[in-house]
DNA sequence: CAACATGTTGACCAGTTGGTCAGAATTTGA
DNA sequence: TCAAATTCTGACCAACTGGTCAACATGTTG
């Protein structure tokens, strides 16, 4: 929804910038909604440039094929995705660390549906686009929490859980409040999601993913 | 996977009714391969008839429309969905009810992965088909667990907490194991889940569900 | 056997697919 | 002002889409 951008000054070799990307951003943002409901291979380059109102041919002009729009439009989506990776390091509390996660993720789903239920079409595909993210970045990261978690295991500030199982939960129970929205909307009899569904859902997430890992007290959530 | 079949005696007019079920499953479990791979609109019914080794023409004598497999397979999946549902009533041991709960769930992510797949396809598009599923059987099954867990937390055996949101977490947390398996593995860093990970997430769901809804002690699995 | 229902199939169809391309329109920098 | 770079687009293409159909094959039953 970010479209509108204009960069008066155009430089000589820089010149243009603005009419380019308002439009492959015009294009990105048409091709969220359709890889988003269709799929992969259900979308249609077609459908996408009726949506960003160009003609098809211009739409191959920025992007040669539709897998290069996939592309494009995979790493806009995962770099929220890594910000909200970082965070959590040992010197945390694990119930502040977690909490704040926990929120900053129903967040993401709340604000960036679309983006959810592609990565959820992509896992679902079975990575063919993400293979590599998934083995080395992914994996590290989760090496990582791991070992934070046993630290904080060690020294008695929670429970030896395995950290993997533990973020796989995470993910799916808040990213299911993006990917399921209707499932959702159905069971909660409501028309919309609001402010305090998505409350709600963070807050017994929170409190079964604390309890469950056996973290007492209060918390107050991390914003970062 | 169930293909094989025979009925020797054919009846008069029930007769050929092996020929006729024989390739429908073939069919359905072709198309459950595709459809929970492509999604909807990204399978085609050639696909579906390689898979099967029949002539796409032939698919066709058995299902007018791809929408048509769609729809019966949507059937055959939605069957162990609504058994699972059954069970969890009232006199039950909240404990037991929501570990045995989570436990079937857990077991039918490993047995039918591809039909969870085609579930989660069917809810990130909007549930076209199983709109209705969820504005009436659902919604209603959620309503009646709702009163069911306030009966359970006005006896103390739990804390109060939204039935709805709970459910939405364990479906979440189950299926993730199936619909996103690729990422699963990745992070556990496993060529194939085995029985033991499966355990290893039931065991920690149901912790976290159980300790997050204030319930303690031993249960035993409710095997229904 | 004859008749009749059931099952099988290649040929075919109009519409759509992702993608190309030549040329026209425009913006640009000097 | 003007030439070069960039942007735009309709026409076009071979491959594929979901689906039809007439002809044929294979039982099945009396």
Do not use: N, Y
């Given at each position: 929804m970010a479209e509108k951008r204009q960069?008066?000054?155009?430089?000589?070799?820089?010149?243009n910038r603005s009419v380019r990307m308002r439009n492959t951003l015009k294009i990105l943002s048409a091709a969220e909604k359709v890889f988003a409901e269709k799929g992969f291979d259900g979308a249609t380059t077609q459908q996408i440039a009726d949506i960003a109102k160009l003609p098809k041919s211009n739409v191959h002009y920025y992007f040669k094929t539709k897998r290069d729009i996939y592309l494009a439009l995979m790493q806009s989506i995962m770099a929220p995705w890594l910000e909200s990776f970082q965070a959590i390091s040992v010197d945390d509390d694990p119930g502040d660390a977690l909490a704040g996660y926990v929120k900053r993720k129903v967040m993401l789903s709340r604000e960036r549906p679309l983006a959810s239920r592609i990565f959820a079409n992509e896992m679902i595909r079975g990575?063919?686009?993400l293979s590599d993210f998934l083995r080395n970045e992914l994996r590290k990261w989760v090496e990582e929490k791991t070992q934070i978690v046993k630290q904080w295991s060690e020294k008695g500030k929670?429970?030896?859980?395995?950290a993997a199982h533990l973020f796989i939960i995470i993910w799916a129970a808040t990213q299911t409040y993006a990917d399921f929205e209707v499932q959702i909307k159905s069971v909660l009899g409501r028309q919309n999601l609001e402010t305090d569904d998505y409350d709600a859902a963070a807050e017994l997430i929170t409190r079964m993913v604390l309890r469950g890992c056996g973290i007492h007290g209060d918390h107050k959530v991390n914003q970062t």
């Open positions: 960069i008066r000054k155009s430089a000589h070799r820089t010149g990575a063919p686009v929670m429970d030896d859980v395995s």
